[in-house]
């Protein structure tokens, strides 16, 4: 444990530009002109680029995501200088420097992504004229924008959480890891939970995995809801893998100690995966409200930019969720307490390990759970309302078997993530994690990924023809 009897500041002074005071004016108008200009000239080549379908091609795709990357870019230190040299305001609170830090690294890195993904696709034109469009396909574009984004929120994360570290508030000594304590299993018992878990995970990812595969395979699948399923599918993986590895190998190696930073990494992770979900399963719901509540403009409604646009703010708003808590939990300080009664760093746990006041994670975390809890399950309830409704107008087998077939296997996965959740966090046991806590928690952690591939296989005629179609082709091509 490193000690540290430095006090930390709560914000800091931005000096801004070297200019005299008298030509602040002139430097605020030239600066608010560039500003507008970049905003609107990117926001003009993204609308020109939608708009024009001879457009349609990988390198204008890229550049739509690299001008809305100039936004963000330019957005992340511009408007907070003008508003300084506006009103001599220097001050910028820790958080508020913090997460400014983290969106400039993020959207520095990923404009570097984007134009080197610009730079092979230009290569492949010049180079590879004749297989230009065999190889830079929707899915390899797609690939290369999203492993762009992921690999700059790492990027940009790492260094926030370093950072925040360096910076955090302490004044008594500071752990440098946590125990892990696991499941409440006894030692004899642990050879036998190491491989039913490592089966549940192994699982997990491959039926999520052939998921995706089937989906990308069969055309018939190339509709808005098995999109909103892929990405579901990706999550699962990732949510299982999150919290599965570390504990499988604390079982098999007795080590149950895990680093501070990998400890927030796997926390803020945690969180945005379990966030995505929510948002992810909320986009599924209106998906299947409008099919059967308005049939007739449902290729008009749920076109392929509003399917991308609710999978990336899905995206978004799940990284701020897991951002805030995040930098909030850095600045926290520990004290001589380092052990989690858990099998994952949850954040609950961790906050009962602080030593500092932690009045204000409480409260994000109440008001941020509303917002990606509470409200999308909510949105999801009026939407089965609607359906039902929609349903009894006219009462007939066939339409209640058809709505069944169509919303039975979201409803299921739904009353499965949403029940467990609630019974852990709605409902929790009284001080220290007990076994129902743990429990519950590895319902959805474990358990609700390993279903979701069984409850879509089994309950959907569509992904049973395109399992056939698979087995027919691997079996006429082993013969």
């Known amino acids: 444990m490193r000690t540290e009897n430095q006090s930390s500041v709560s914000e800091f002074l931005l000096l801004g530009l070297p200019i005299r005071p008298e030509q602040q004016g002139m430097y605020y108008a030239l600066f608010l002109g560039m500003y507008l200009t970049t905003v609107l000239g990117n926001l003009l080549i993204i609308l020109l680029i939608r708009l024009d379908s001879r457009l349609h091609t990988p390198m204008y795709f890229f550049l739509s995501h ?21 009103t001599s305001h220097k001050s910028i609170p820790f958080a508020g420097c913090i997460s400014q830090m983290y ?19 230009r290569y492949v034109a010049i180079c590879h004229p004749l297989h230009y469009t065999t190889i830079m396909r929707e899915e390899l574009c797609t690939l290369l924008v999203a492993v762009s984004w992921i690999l700059s929120c790492a990027s940009s994360l790492s260094h926030t959480l370093l950072l925040s570290r360096l910076m955090r508030r302490d004044n008594q000594s500071s752990v440098s890891e946590f125990l892990l304590l696991g499941l409440p ?96 399963l909320t986009s599924m719901a209106y998906d299947r409200y409008v099919a059967i509540c308005h049939p007739l403009h449902y290729a008009i409604i749920m076109r392929k930019e509003l399917c991308t646009l609710l999978v990336a703010v899905s995206w978004i708003l799940s990284c701020a969720s897991a951002l805030s808590h995040t930098l909030l ?24 390990l602080s030593c500092s006041d932690t009045s204000l994670n409480e409260l994000v975390i109440f008001t941020l759970g509303v917002a990606v809890v509470t409200l999308p399950l909510m949105c999801i309830l009026i939407s089965y309302g609607r359906i039902g409704a929609t349903i009894l107008k006219v009462p007939s087998s066939k339409g209640i078997f058809k709505a069944l077939s169509t919303c039975g296997s ?63 082709k691997a079996t006429a091509l082993s013969q």
């Open 66 to 86: 690299l001008a809305l990357t100039d936004i963000s870019f330019s957005s992340v230190t511009v408007p907070k200088m003008l508003v300084n040299m506006q």
């Open 103 to 121: 969106f400039f690294i993020f959207f520095t890195d990923l404009d570097s992504f984007l134009i080197t993904s610009m730079a092979y696709d």
């Open 185 to 280: 299993i006894r030692p004899e018992q642990q050879g036998m939970y190491y491989a039913l878990f490592l089966g549940m995970y192994l699982t997990t990812v491959l039926g999520n995995l052939l998921i995706i595969l089937l989906i990308r395979l069969d055309s018939r699948l190339h509709t808005p809801m098995y999109f909103f399923l892929s990405h579901l599918a990706l999550t699962d993986i990732s949510f299982s893998s999150v919290t599965v590895p570390k504990m499988l190998i604390s079982m098999q190696t007795q080590d149950q100690s895990i680093p501070y930073a990998g400890c927030i990494a796997q926390m803020y992770f945690f969180i945005f995966f379990t966030d995505l979900d929510n948002f992810l």
């Open 329 to 352: 939990l850095a600045r926290l300080s520990f004290c001589d307490g380092n052990t989690i009664p858990h099998f994952f760093c949850d954040l609950a746990a961790l906050l009962k």
């Open 410 to 472: 979201h409803l299921s996965v739904v009353s499965l993530y949403y029940g467990t959740i609630i019974g852990v966090y709605f409902f929790p046991s009284s001080g220290t994690y007990s076994n129902k806590d743990i429990v519950a928690s590895i319902m959805y952690t474990v358990v609700t990924p390993l279903l979701n591939p069984f409850i879509y296989s089994l309950r959907n005629r569509d992904m049973k023809r395109a399992v056939e179609k698979l087995l027919n």
